[in-house]
């Protein structure tokens, strides 16, 4: 039986490798889909984890996590992927930065359940005279999709990196309407 | 539910969910394609029992298409930039075809109970007259 949630959460790898000197590799696909059909407040954990890398000169693994949400008639996608020649400018929802040794390196992992949303105000000093956080730790959505971009700079032959990404969603609080009618699809009775 | 995780495939039956891009969600790259390719890439290794298609979300977003296949052979390296294939348990699986449990209304616990208790009824007479011969 596939759960109604299976798509709140998903995993992908993400593997460059080069055959040649000098290779820009870029990646990016879906993780995750909700059509949840009312509003609710997800949290989330974003995770990547470098399974292994081999580099002959340091490399930054650049992971970034890109969320559309939408409730009744407004949508908007928070990130796009490389959508500027300069990466730095492009604010994704999440990102993570992995600095890559020379030689052979991984089992690495950074997560996190919230995230700081961009600067309020760009004529504001720096640092703000007034701290101004920005931390988001749950989205309101009826719909949500996570997406992800990877990127990694290799530059001989040989060099290669392998890496895990994923997202886990659920809403903060979960009483399925289908349960009213004694209905439990995705099997939630028994549970331990 | 289980995943795999590691190349190659082992035989077996497989699900996955593949992402198309739509004017909503354009910049990625087309599930299906890559899919499609690695199947055509395995032919005879792999096999697509099923497949089922979603419309794009009303509020927007890529396409979603479950695609339902069997290793047969050692197939060439799976794109797990896709996402990692689920591992199947029934042949008959679908993305849509799930069967709710169903738990029975108040009302239709205490006729179970009434019918019960009218079957322990007959079997406690039954005991009697067998007492009486």
């Given at each position: 039986m596939i759960h109604p949630w299976h798509m709140w959460g998903g995993a992908?790898?993400?593997?460059?490798?080069?055959?040649?000197a000098g290779l820009n590799y870029r990646t990016q696909g879906q993780l995750a889909r909700i059509e949840y059909k009312r509003p609710e407040s997800w949290r989330f954990l974003f995770y990547a984890k470098v399974l292994r890398s081999q580099t002959s000169n340091p490399a930054i693994l650049d992971v970034q996590f890109f969320v559309i949400p939408g409730v009744g008639r407004a949508s908007t996608q928070l990130g796009t992927p490389f959508d500027s020649t300069v990466l730095n400018l492009n604010i994704p929802f999440e990102r993570f930065r992995f600095l890559l040794p020379i030689?052979?390196?991984?089992?690495?992992?950074?997560?996190?359940t919230s995230v700081n949303g961009p600067v309020r105000d760009d004529t504001a000093v720096v640092p703000p005279v007034v701290p101004t956080p920005?931390?988001?730790?749950?989205?309101?959505?009826?719909?949500?999709?996570?997406?992800?971009?990877?990127?990694?700079?290799?530059?001989?032959?040989?060099?290669?990196?392998q890496a895990e990404l994923g997202v886990l969603l659920a809403p903060w609080h979960h009483a399925r309407p289908d349960w009213q009618a004694h209905k439990f699809v995705g099997e939630e009775l028994g549970g331990k | 539910m289980a995943v795999a995780k590691t190349n190659?495939?082992?035989?077996?039956?497989?699900?996955?969910?593949?992402?198309?891009p739509t004017s909503s969600a354009p910049n990625m790259k087309d599930g299906a394609i890559v899919f499609t390719s690695w199947t055509k890439a395995n032919a005879g290794r792999v096999k697509v029992r099923r497949t089922e298609t979603f419309p794009e979300p009303l509020l927007g977003g890529p396409i979603r298409t479950w695609v339902q296949f069997e290793v047969i052979g050692p197939?060439?390296?799976f794109p797990f930039g896709l996402g990692y294939p689920s591992i199947s348990t029934d042949p008959n699986?679908?993305?849509?075809?799930?069967?709710?449990?169903?738990i029975p209304e108040f009302g239709d616990w205490l006729q179970g109970i009434a019918g019960n208790l009218e079957g322990l009824a007959i079997l406690f007479v039954l005991w009697e007259l067998s007492k009486k011969r």
């Open positions: 992908a790898q993400v593997t460059a490798s080069t055959s040649s030689g052979t390196g991984g089992a690495v992992t950074k997560w996190s920005n931390v988001v730790d749950s989205i309101p959505a009826q719909d949500l999709q996570v997406s992800y971009a990877a990127q990694v700079q290799l530059t001989l032959p040989g060099d290669e990196v | 190659p495939l082992p035989n077996g039956l497989y699900w996955i969910d593949l992402f198309s197939p060439g390296a699986e679908s993305a849509t075809s799930a069967e709710p449990v169903v």
